[in-house]
């Protein structure tokens, strides 16, 4: 087995403890269209709020002029507002500075826009933790494809075989493992610890993860 020489972070469930908030998000965006019946966490991790919406409006049944460009910055404004609500995950900074001391590098890889990771960074210290930071803007295919995190290493200059990627959703998995890397999936509960049972492990948080 390779060692590892990077770690590539997701950010949304990953870094950022924030379920709750894109799911409001999303919620408050289909009811507003008319959508009955939402549930609390109606999109899909991990892929991308804009790429969620063509999924959503099928699902729900939902009929609108607005594009999904459109339905994606009201998405994303609704988040913003909830923005304050929003924590760092449990543990992570030591697990960062465990990372740190034993000479492994660090990368943020997500889906999100540069946008609402400029507004993130503002609210939360969080930049300083990573040695790179690469967003859905710069691929043209986000998770489940291998890009974004493809990207994340070159920008590291370490080989992908050497990185160990953290997510949180089926997508991103898929995506990490696509890129020749092994992944860590933290779960928020028994339900999703199944959904995610492809990961190399599947942890309840970072207390759990030692290098």
């Known amino acids: 087995m390779n060692k590892v020489s990077a770690v590539i972070f997701d950010l949304d469930g990953t ?12 919620k408050k965006v289909l009811e507003s269209l008319g959508a009955k019946n939402v549930s609390d966490f109606p999109q899909t991790g991990g892929i991308g709020v804009e790429e969620n919406w063509p999924k959503l409006l099928e699902k729900y049944h939902v009929a609108t002029n607005k ?38 590098k660090t990368a943020l890889a997500t889906s999100n826009v540069w946008t609402i990771l400029e507004k993130v960074f503002e609210v939360l210290p969080i930049e300083g933790y990573f040695d790179s930071v690469t967003a859905g803007e710069e691929v043209v295919s986000k998770k489940p494809a291998p890009d ?64």
């Open 67 to 104: 594009t999904v460009e459109e339905l994606a910055v009201e998405t994303q404004q609704e988040y913003l507002k909830l923005l304050l609500k929003v924590t760092v995950k449990k543990d992570l900074e030591i697990f960062i500075k465990e990372l740190k001391k034993k000479g492994i």
């Open 148 to 211: 974004l995190f493809l990207i994340a290493a070159d920008k590291l200059d370490v080989k992908p075989e050497e990185c160990l990627v953290i997510e949180d959703a089926p997508s991103g998995i898929e995506a990490a493992r696509d890129a020749g890397m092994r992944v860590v999936a933290i779960a928020r509960n028994d339900k999703l610890a199944e959904e995610l049972k492809d990961a190399d492990l599947v942890v309840r948080g970072y207390n759990q993860l030692h290098v």
């Open 15 to 26: 870094v950022l403890d924030n379920e709750d908030e894109y799911g409001d998000s999303f």
